[in-house]
């Protein structure tokens, strides 16, 4: 899946052996913080896919222009905004500039090491004269400085006195797209249409507002034409030589630079060290912004560079101490395990607030916006490994609270429906089908809730502001859900919504949906209820901020006991919604590689009209609220939806992994897991040169902990049923659970649970309970590791074994009536 050639072995660095300006190893290359991210270009500045400076939530707002406008579409699209470029320090020998492409280079290495977190770049340049140049590089953006980047060149003309030129800018790009980190119109026609790509904004973004140079620092600022956002950064520049050297400056709205000349002498090195800082603001005038920039870097260069990069070594040390999973035996895996982890901690770490991209802060694809993915994927390993960021992404939905209230009475509903996609809160998807239709957005969000709370007992911020979402989203689904039947056995149905599934949009009881609209609905009425009970002061808050009835929670209750989960019982699964199996099913196994993903080749209308997943929905369900579910249920709806599953989305193959894991299909599991965790390593889906995609790197860490590793913590009670795949000798992996650090290895014979920090914990594995704690190791023998299954599921074999009538799939099915049972009281 990756070239191993280009990129060799190491569970510890990620190194390129070979020179390349492809937008993909601009993507693996990035480095960031959450707020701050450089993507992996050269310190020369020319040839790139994408010349890329990213600041979380830095964005332009621009009209969405419908052909055919209707009331409550999304009237305001946002876009990550590319800010000015500190990333280029060019080498001039004899005044020729290096030129890759033409240039004789050897010795190239290029690592980003995921202890240090350091990118580096080592190579030989010989001139055509004989010179031989070495040139080294690092690069930092500092998790401890959430402003702060360092930039550090090193030249060295190893045989002969040289003229040496170094130019090191400060450069806004207006020309082509790239300040906003669009793709230009001619090229994306070129390229062909893909939504997944951020849009293209013709205005200039980026209007100057002060700039200046002291000595040898520059500072440049703007205000965003139409967000009115600012934006500002100073450099500073420290040279250190033998040599003999001039440096001259220059400064413009758009560009500044620092430019030293040297008479370079025979084996005396050239080092130049650059300390940038950002800053962003949604408020303040540029002008202050400078002032903050200008006191990062008098705080740094107080502390001293080799300080800053020792601080980010013991950063990455204690990340790795409560983060790291271990895969014995396979290099390959682990190196690109820490790869996803890397780059979890590179969007969200310093995001403090605002949300986490869907490609953090690596490339702009997606226009820089937050989804659902945030929930799903990324906050189940921030909640167990580093609580305080679930917490900081958290409080971005709590934030975005007042817009998402104005949403739903938009669409004349009540509480608060939260953006499909967004950047500053407001609805930024213009195609409503497969973006505001999919309201389950909402419950999701709560789930995030509940379960960071369970795993955590934050109960602090549940009660001050985080019990605000669930209230508001509960009574979402109590007025977008109605009632039909007699009293005795009425249920209660949401039409007209999207699940998961994009390729099947604008449906009746969508079982994803539903199911996690249950979810919600109890989670709100038992936390309203527990804190009426244990805190009337915290209850009295909630009632003054969100007006919330007394009989509010007793209605939500009504509603998740009797809402409408399909069931086929003909089938013997649950249909992904109402009508789903009276669709035909498209015929994937003819299907050529060429026309995927289906999105790019087919019309909606066609792909809505047959039984085809672009990524899991029912079986997501499974995995989420699996305590609903029996056994029997899982294998059914997994055999049948998997041959169904194109996985034109990066997001389903990690849970089709953890599913696969757990009703058997071990050898399958461990193909969707190598997918997922190679998709931008190995460019699996032909667009990481768009940036990370974190969500699946985040799906990584789930599919290894919760797929191979077995650990759930339905209603709030930790338990492990491991399926270990055949070759690993053993899988290890770190984890916070309520007040705990517990550290957790699994073999083929035995599991080991070891409280490394905090209180005993209590824990169960395949329904016996066990006990460990700081003093007492716990040791579960394993009898085996669960069913095995072969091959994967067909849907022939699977239609041979269900029909009793001998038509084909794709004809009508008997009426959809029943429900499943619940198992548990709680849905947490």
């Excluded at 004899?94 to 690592?111: K, L, N, Q, W």
């Excluded at 790869?339 to 979890?344: K, N, R």
């Excluded at 310093?350 to 991209?357: F, H, L, S, Y």
Aim: charged fraction near 25%; aromatic fraction near 10%; hydrophobic fraction near 40%.
């Amino acid at each position: 899946m990756i070239d191993r050639d280009r990129f060799p072995v190491h569970p510890w660095r990620l190194t390129e052996t070979r020179y390349g300006e492809d937008g993909v190893s601009e993507t693996l290359f990035a480095v960031g913080n959450g707020y701050l991210g450089l993507r992996g270009n050269h310190i020369e500045g020319r040839g790139a896919h994408e010349h890329g400076t990213f600041l979380n939530g830095l964005h332009e707002t621009w009209p969405i222009r419908h052909a055919e406008q209707a009331y409550g579409f999304a009237e305001v699209g946002q876009t990550i905004v590319n800010a000015p470029d500190a990333k280029i320090m060019r080498v001039y020998v004899d005044d020729e500039p290096i030129s890759f492409d033409e240039a004789e280079v050897r010795e190239y290495e290029r690592t980003l090491d995921m202890r240090t977190g350091v990118l580096e770049r080592s190579f030989v340049w010989e001139t055509p004269s004989g010179k031989r140049i070495r040139i080294r590089d690092e690069r930092l953006v500092s998790f401890e400085e959430r402003h702060l980047a360092i930039l550090r060149l090193e030249v060295t003309v190893e045989n002969a006195d040289a003229p040496v030129t170094i130019s090191c800018q400060l450069l806004n790009r207006q020309d082509g797209g790239d300040v906003y980190g669009g793709t230009p119109i001619a090229a994306q026609k070129k390229a062909g249409f893909d939504p997944r790509k951020t849009e293209k904004i013709t205005e200039r973004v980026l209007e100057p507002v002060e700039y200046w140079q002291d000595g040898l620092r520059s500072a440049l600022s703007y205000q965003v034409a139409d967000s009115g956002m600012t934006v500002a950064l100073v450099a500073d520049h420290i040279i250190a030589t033998d040599n003999e050297y001039s440096a001259r400056t220059l400064v413009e709205p758009d560009i500044a630079k620092n430019v030293f000349r040297v008479q370079a002498k025979a084996g005396i090195p050239i080092t130049i060290t650059k300390l940038v800082s950002y800053h962003t603001s949604r408020g303040v005038p540029a002008r202050e912004l400078v002032d903050r920039c200008r006191r990062s870097l008098d705080r740094a260069e107080i502390e001293g560079v080799p300080m800053q990069f020792e601080r980010q070594r013991e950063w990455l040390a204690e990340f790795w101490d409560r983060s790291d999973v271990v895969i014995e035996g396979h290099d390959d895996l682990q190196q690109a395990t820490r790869w996803c982890l890397f780059q979890l901690a590179q969007a969200a770490a310093r995001a403090d607030g605002t949300g986490v991209p869907a490609k953090g802060v690596s490339g702009s694809g997606y226009s820089g916006h937050y989804f659902w993915d945030t929930e799903i994927y990324v906050l189940p390993f921030l909640t167990y490994t580093t609580p305080q960021w679930a917490r900081n992404a958290l409080r971005a939905r709590v934030i975005m609270l007042p817009a998402a209230r104005r949403r739903a009475a938009q669409l004349n509903e009540a509480g608060a429906l939260f953006p499909w996609r967004t950047i500053n809160g407001e609805e930024a998807s213009a195609y409503y089908a497969a973006g505001t239709a999919q309201y389950h957005i909402n419950a999701d969000i709560s789930f995030a809730l509940g379960k960071y709370v369970r795993a955590t007992g934050d109960e602090d911020f549940l009660r001050r502001e985080g019990v605000d979402i669930a209230v508001e989203s509960a009574r979402l689904w109590a007025t977008l859900g109605f009632w039909r039947g007699s009293n005795g056995d009425a249920t209660f149905h949401i039409h007209g919504v999207t699940g998961p599934d994009e390729y099947t949009t604008v449906v009746n009881d969508n079982l994803f949906t539903n199911v996690m609209a249950r979810y919600n609905l109890r989670y709100a009425a038992r936390v309203v209820r527990e804190i009426e009970h244990d805190d009337p002061q915290a209850y009295a808050g909630i009632v003054e901020r969100t007006g919330l009835d007394a009989g509010e929670p007793d209605a939500w209750d009504r509603a998740a006991e009797a809402i409408f989960i399909p069931y086929s019982e003909s089938l013997g699964i649950h249909p992904q919604d109402a009508m789903f199996l009276e669709r035909e099913v498209w015929d994937l196994e003819h299907t050529p590689a060429e026309q995927h993903p289906l999105l790019l080749h087919f019309h909606p209308l066609v792909i809505y009209r047959f039984q085809v997943l672009k990524q899991a929905d029912v079986v997501l369900a499974l995995f989420l609220q699996g305590n609903h579910f029996t056994a029997e249920e899982k294998r059914a709806d997994f055999e049948y939806y998997d041959p169904l599953t194109t996985g034109d989305s990066t997001l389903s193959a990690v849970v089709q992994s953890v599913l696969a894991a757990e009703v058997g299909y071990q050898d399958l599991a461990r193909k969707y897991f190598e997918q997922s965790l190679f998709v931008d390593l190995g460019d699996l889906h032909h667009n990481a040169s768009d940036g990370v995609h974190v969500a699946s790197a985040g799906g990584v860490w789930t599919a290894l902990v919760s797929g191979f590793g077995g650990m759930r913590d339905h209603a709030g009670e930790l338990s492990f049923d491991p399926r270990l795949p055949e070759d690993w000798p053993s899988l290890s992996f770190r984890m916070q659970w309520q007040r705990a650090s517990l550290l957790v290895k699994i073999t083929r014979d035995e599991l080991r649970v070891r409280v490394r920090d905090g209180d005993p914990v209590t824990f169960t594995v395949r329904g016996a309970e066990y006990w460990a704690s700081a003093d007492s190791e716990a040791v579960v023998p394993l009898a085996d590791q669960g069913p095995v299954l072969p091959g994967r599921p067909r849907l022939g074999q699977f239609e041979g074994a269900r029909r009793d009538d001998g038509t084909r799939i794709s004809a009508s099915v008997p009426v959809v009536t029943s429900s499943f049972p619940v198992y548990t009281a709680f849905e947490d």
